[in-house]
């Protein structure tokens, strides 16, 4: 499972990091403002389709069912089954996206009512609707990243979401040397959303798992209305952050330029969160399946440990670095062209409070799976509302009071809501167990962490607020890899890892 890990959070941090590149130019090509806001709000609506449907969402549904067939009705009845499944989301997708075309001023006044009565609901529905294309490219394209997963085979499913990140800062790159004007520049990119879909549906359309969704057609019947039964609860459980963000941007569309924060604050977490969190879904999934089905108490609490191992080691860490070094970095990322001083620090500002939410984001990754394996899709979405009634019931008086920090804080408060939920249910219901190995380990996990985030927080100060942005990166860059050895280095002088440990992974098979 650690080799499958790897693989996934390493096309992920790929995807994450050309995500910056692609933020950082979205950033200086629209800064902040009515242009952006209108452009990011509708954004915002694509990233959450992304996350309803793909990165682990409906594989948590399609991997066990796909599974279940096969074990009981063979390899044919397996492919009936996935072209079935291809088939209907096809279909579906192309309606829904037809009736959200039709609602979408609807649609915009409810999820950024601040922008009714101004210019900017206009942008904003001509940027969604340009964006539209995309969900109907998205359905397909997941269903044969499912079918690829279920059968063990990460590395293409993990990288194919490269090619939309590099459609984009293409796009990006092309307006900014035509000087383009903000409002036809943002439209331009909302165009060119769609066309990275398509980019992704052709490259994984023409793979084996293509083949393995044969004949392909529409169905709605008893089968499939039960599997699509479990899988919509599920898929709305796992995009559970892109819920919370939603929400806060629906408080946050009151105030000018409010939505651009949160939105670049929200993408330096979603860095961690998608190495964790899209490996968890992508991988502990099958492995949680076929252990829990084959009644392997062992097997089912080793999968459990590893994947809280792997989710503290890189969630804890990754929210103290980001806490400590939000200002520098996002001066260093996001602070060029339209993008300016006073953007930075209320970012930044947004950026700490989210960071706290992010091992409670982390952890409801780790623990979903446990339900998933079990077919139970309900008990995470019933978390998720949760945290979303509590995100909103906070955000609308600390909005009020603080701007977009305490929207911030409200939405790490929703996310901590739902892991407690899940953590609960979990442990009256079948109980999380975790090995020796696991409490051993932990502890330490957590004192490396702290120390890492010490020194951290020691050499914030080094670099002057003036300083030339070749000097910040370099101190910045410095700053991250002192603190990445001195946490490697403590987890083998604690013996929680060892090099010899890691690469022993690597090499066995996923």
């Not at 590149?21 to 952006?36: E, F, K, N, P």
């Not at 393995?212 to 057609?217: D, E, K, Q, V």
């Not at 994947?307 to 969630?315: K, N, P, S, Y």
């Amino acid at each position: 499972m650690i080799r499958s890990f790897l693989t996934v959070s390493t096309g992920t941090l790929a995807s994450r990091l050309l995500g910056f590149a692609r933020d950082s130019l979205i950033a200086a090509l629209l800064g902040t403002g009515a242009v952006a806001d209108a452009f990011l709000a509708a954004f915002q609506l694509v990233n959450v389709v992304r996350r309803l449907l793909s990165e682990g969402a409906l594989n948590a549904a399609l991997i066990p069912a796909w599974l279940r067939v096969r074990e009981r009705d063979g390899e044919q009845a397996a492919s009936a089954f996935a072209g079935r499944v291809l088939g209907t989301v096809s279909a579906s997708l192309i309606v829904i996206s037809i009736g959200i075309a039709l609602l979408m001023p609807l649609i915009i006044m409810i999820i950024a009512p601040g922008f009714v009565g101004s210019a900017t609901l206009d942008l904003a529905v001509q940027n969604a609707r340009l964006m539209l294309p995309y969900l109907a490219f998205a359905g397909p394209v997941t269903v044969l990243m499912g079918l690829l997963n279920a059968q063990g085979k990460f590395a293409l499913t993990a990288f194919s979401p490269l090619l939309f990140n590099i459609a984009l800062i293409a796009a990006i790159a092309a307006l900014l040397v035509g000087h383009a004007d903000a409002a036809l520049a943002a439209w331009m990119l909302a165009a060119t959303v769609g066309i990275a879909g398509l980019l992704q549906l052709v490259m994984l359309g023409s793979q084996r798992s293509a083949r393995l969704a044969t004949p392909l057609r529409a169905s709605f019947d008893k089968e499939m209305r039960g599997f699509f039964a479990k899988a919509i609860p599920g898929m709305i459980a796992s995009s559970g952050p892109q819920w919370l963000m939603v929400a806060g941007a629906i408080i946050a569309s009151a105030t000018p330029s409010a939505v651009s924060w949160l939105y670049f604050a929200n993408r330096l977490i979603e860095l961690p969160l998608g190495i964790v969190g899209v490996a968890m879904g992508t991988v502990l999934v099958p492995e949680l399946t076929r252990a829990v089905r084959s009644g392997e108490r062992d097997a089912v609490a080793r999968a459990e440990s590893r994947a809280l191992e792997l989710a503290t080691g890189l969630a804890l860490p990754a929210t103290l670095g980001l806490a400590v070094l939000a200002e520098p970095i996002v001066r260093l990322l996001f602070e060029h062209g339209a993008f300016g001083a006073e953007d930075s620090l209320a970012t930044a500002h947004a950026l700490m409070w989210l960071a706290l939410g992010l091992p409670a984001h982390v952890l409801i990754k780790a623990l979903s799976p446990a339900y998933y394996a079990r077919s139970d899709t309900m008990t995470p979405l019933l978390a998720t509302a949760k945290g979303l009634v509590v995100a909103i019931a906070l955000a609308v008086l600390l909005g009020h009071v603080f701007g977009a920090s305490g929207i911030a804080a409200s939405i790490a408060a929703g996310a901590w809501s739902s892991a407690v939920s899940l953590l609960r249910k979990g442990t009256s219901e079948f109980g999380f167990s975790i090995d020796k190995a696991a409490r051993k380990r932990l502890p330490r996990i957590m004192l490396a962490a702290a120390a890492m985030g010490a020194l951290l927080w020691l050499t914030k100060g080094l670099t002057p607020s003036d300083a030339h942005g070749l000097v910040r990166f370099i101190v910045l860059g410095l700053q991250i890899a002192a603190g990445i050895a001195v946490y490697g280095a403590l987890l083998q002088i604690l013996g929680v890892a060892s090099w010899r440990e890691a690469a022993a992974a690597l090499k066995r098979p996923a």
